[in-house]
């Protein structure tokens, strides 16, 4: 079974400084895709960055970044120039590339993070 | 506004009690989805529907059932509830298979007393 680590159930950054949360995955699958969806007070789950397993290139999207080291299993956000807006619940979660797994969304507990003025 | 609308926004009932969210996804989308989301749990895919017919099946407890009508919106039907079943329900909705965007509404939290 996949399960998805993040280690860090808290943070916190001062605004227009950069902070990078942390993800682990654990999967015998060769193909899947890895995403970091946001959770604001709104409740509402926001995609932030999707990226394909096969492609070596991180997925870039604005200020937001992952480093992707698949031989680690690792999946990382990073996030420059942070901005207030971007306080929220971060999470970052697994989906398996097979018919029976569409999507299938496997989720980590979840990062806070806070953006301080 | 991701253009999924789930209603109610929230619901108190009582344990044993039968009680029904509705999720309708974006114009032109043929897939939902329905997710948990509770404090112990953390988030979990229950199942998936497209075009009408199921066609993933996660952690869905036997008492839940979904379907999906030809106008394409769904139903989450959660039954004999219990006070473990509190917790904020999710809708998405993606054009295709699942493996690109999925589109989440809002949720309806539900209170199970």
């Known amino acids: 079974a996949q399960t998805v680590t993040q280690s860090q159930p808290e943070m916190s950054v001062q605004e227009a400084e950069t902070v990078t949360l942390s993800c682990t995955y654990d999967?015998?699958?060769?193909?899947?895709?890895l995403f970091w969806y946001k959770q604001p007070p709104s409740r509402q789950m926001i995609l932030v960055i999707r990226q394909e397993a096969y492609k070596q290139q991180n997925a870039t999207e604005n200020r937001f970044s992952v480093n992707f080291q698949k031989a680690a299993k690792s999946f990382s956000l990073k996030i420059s120039d942070s901005q207030l807006g971007d306080t929220a619940m971060y999470f970052c979660?697994?989906?398996?590339?097979?018919?029976?797994?569409?999507?299938?969304?496997?989720f980590g507990k979840g990062t806070k993070l806070s953006v301080k003025p | 506004d991701s253009g999924v609308t789930q209603t109610p926004k929230h619901l108190i009932t009582a344990t044993g009690q039968r009680v029904t969210l509705r999720c309708s996804p974006r114009?032109?989308?043929?897939?939902v989805y329905w997710y948990q989301q509770s404090l112990d749990q953390g988030l979990q895919f229950l199942i998936q529907y497209y075009n009408g017919e199921e066609r993933a099946k996660g952690n869905i407890l036997e008492r839940f059932s979904a379907q999906q009508f030809p106008d394409l919106h769904s139903e989450l039907n959660l039954s004999s509830l219990e006070l473990g079943d509190s917790a904020l329900y999710f809708c998405?909705?993606?054009?295709?298979?699942?493996?690109?965007?999925?589109?989440f509404g809002s949720g309806t939290q539900l209170s199970v007393l």
């Open positions: 999967t015998s699958e060769s193909n899947y895709y």
């Open positions: 114009s032109g989308d043929l897939s």
């Open positions: 998405a909705s993606s054009a295709g298979r699942g493996y690109e965007k999925l589109f």
């Open positions: 979660a697994f989906m398996k590339e097979d018919g029976g797994s569409q999507g299938n969304l496997i």
